[in-house]
């Protein structure tokens, strides 16, 4: 399925990521967020994904391994 939104962390290699899932898609946002930064604050992720699931239904997160 393809993601409406690609949420990904500010970090260079995690926006190149997130830029090449958006190119395979047809018009794709892309939106940075602090919360996916290592050590990134879950509880405010989880609460800015409710937030956007209520225009779209599939949202893709591009963080950091292990976190």
Not at 20 to 29: H, R
Not at 30 to 54: I, N
Request: glycine content about 6%.
């Amino acid at each position: 399925m393809t993601p409406e939104l690609i949420a990904t962390s500010p970090l260079v290699r995690c926006v190149e990521t997130a830029r090449l899932l958006a190119a395979e898609a047809d018009k794709v946002e892309v939106v940075e967020l602090d919360e996916l930064r290592p050590g990134g604050d879950v509880a405010a992720l989880l609460q800015w994904t409710a937030g956007q699931a209520r225009k779209r239904e599939r949202i893709a997160w591009v963080g950091h391994a292990p976190t």
